[in-house]
């Protein structure tokens, strides 16, 4: 059996999220900065992360 992530390694993939989410409490508000976000990165591929905030951004 192979671990997880030698797996990965095989494959090339760096960085793997699943409905990864980032939520913010601002007074009684929830502000859901990401949500959901599934991502497969893989070595030498340019990835470009935009938003229409910066916080979006800064906490990727």
Partial sequence: MVAKGEE???QG???R???LK???IMGDQEINAVNGVDI???RGEY???M???DVTRVIL
Avoid: N, Q
């Fill in 47 to 49: 990835v470009a992360i």
């Fill in 51 to 53: 938003g229409a905030s």
């Fill in 22 to 24: 980032k939520t913010y």
């Fill in 8 to 10: 990965l390694r095989r």
């Fill in 13 to 15: 993939i760096v960085i």
């Fill in 17 to 19: 999220t699943f409905d």
């Fill in 40 to 42: 497969e990165i893989k």
